[in-house]
């Protein structure tokens, strides 16, 4: 069953009016565990921004140890829009095991759900890692109530947050390096894969981006860490400076595709380039920063940052100019990305009207659900 044919549906873009984000929580059985201090400390500091301007929706395993550390870092009005939901979880990448979002363009009239839920499959960036735990979120979250919304089942095709970026205006853009990569949809080549793509979010076009792979990342290149869309048709991307860096090609390559792309309406992108930083080392292994990972929240932007403050500096300056009329707010990300990820990675935004308060002494809107389809 797919959605009213007769409304029209859209992917919205990140900036377009949240009712709010969810964070899936670290802990002791992730492979947080050698620095959960630190990492717990990034996540409360984002959990104060994002609840100081909307609903946070928390998932973890351990209910009254989060709600704890909330209620100790927030103040009473921030923690008032908190929901917290006990979920068993294998670790806390909530952009790519939570469900996206599509917005129906037109009135609800008589029995119909304005927001659906897209579930896909998620199985850990092709089977790298466990995942069964954080695949089966987004139902137990849909049952509990939390969303006003139809939930569609897309789990017999693999997808991940960070995988696609849209305008919300009929364009989706991914990387051929991620969407092809062993393990997530074969036989399914790329031809049938844009098809799905299409489809499933009403986009009219899918602009595939062949370069940027940036080293030490997990999900084999998720659009998300080297290009994202931004307000009147501008793109946000890395840049790299450094001839002797071994990114130097791949992403010269990348200003020189995106240089050439258009709009649907056959215009240039208005380009911003964001630095790289400079090399971080964990192990010998390089960790793949990027200033590119950064959240968009109701007029505010979480921005990673690296204490390398010229970068950091100028990185914030270009996203300001993407987002001149939000707050920009630098999250030192350095732990993060020492699990190979950053603040979007870690985040999911919902669309205004999708996530249902709960009152102070409901664990779940029993019976409350809307359809499943």
């Known amino acids: 069953m797919t959605p009213n044919t007769h409304c029209d549906f859209v992917l919205p873009a990140e900036w377009a009016p949240q009712s709010g984000v969810q964070l899936t929580w670290p802990h002791a059985a992730t492979d947080w565990k050698p620095y959960l201090e630190e990492i717990t400390q990034m996540?409360?500091?984002?959990?104060?921004?994002?609840?100081?301007?909307?609903?946070?929706?928390?998932?973890?395993?351990?209910?009254?140890?989060t709600k704890a550390q909330l209620a100790k870092a927030l103040d009473s009005e921030s923690i008032a829009r908190v929901i917290i939901q006990e979920i068993d979880t294998n670790d806390t990448w909530a952009r790519d095991h939570a469900p996206f979002t599509l917005v129906s363009t037109h009135k609800a009239k008589g029995f119909f759900v304005k927001n659906h839920l897209l579930d896909f499959k998620f199985n850990g960036w092709g089977e790298k890692f466990e995942w069964q735990k954080d695949n089966a979120i987004n139902l137990q979250l849909y049952y509990n109530g939390v969303f006003h919304a139809a939930m569609e089942n897309h789990t017999d095709f693999v997808l991940e947050g960070g995988a696609i970026e849209s305008d919300g205006r009929g364009t989706i853009m991914t990387t051929s390096s991620c969407m092809l990569a062993p393990h997530r949809n074969q036989p399914l080549d790329k031809g049938k894969i844009e098809e799905r793509l299409r489809n499933q979010f009403h986009a009219q076009r899918v602009v595939w981006i062949d370069h940027g792979q940036l080293m030490g990342d997990d999900t084999d290149g998720h659009i998300d860490t080297i290009v994202r869309m931004a307000p009147n048709n501008t793109l946000l991307y890395v840049g790299c400076d450094d001839n002797d860096d071994p990114h130097y090609d791949d992403f010269a390559a990348l200003e020189q595709q995106l240089k050439g792309l258009k709009t649907l309406d056959g215009r240039p992108y208005r380009l911003l380039r964001l630095p790289m930083p400079d090399a971080i080392y964990d192990d010998g292994d390089r960790l793949p920063a990027t200033y590119a990972n950064f959240l968009i929240i109701n007029g505010a932007v979480l921005v990673p940052t690296y204490q390398q403050e010229k970068k950091d500096r100028q990185a914030l300056a270009t996203i300001q100019q993407a987002f001149p009329d939000r707050e920009l707010v630098a999250i030192d990300a350095r732990t993060a990305i020492r699990q190979h990820g950053s603040l979007h990675c870690l985040t999911m935004q919902y669309p205004?009207?999708?996530?249902?308060?709960?009152?102070?002494?409901?664990?779940?809107?029993?019976?409350n659900a809307p359809f499943f389809t």
């Open 43 to 65: 996540f409360l500091q984002m959990a104060r921004e994002i609840a100081k301007r909307e609903l946070l929706l928390v998932v973890t395993p351990n209910k009254a140890a």
């Open 352 to 367: 205004e009207g999708v996530i249902v308060p709960l009152a102070d002494d409901e664990e779940t809107h029993e019976g």
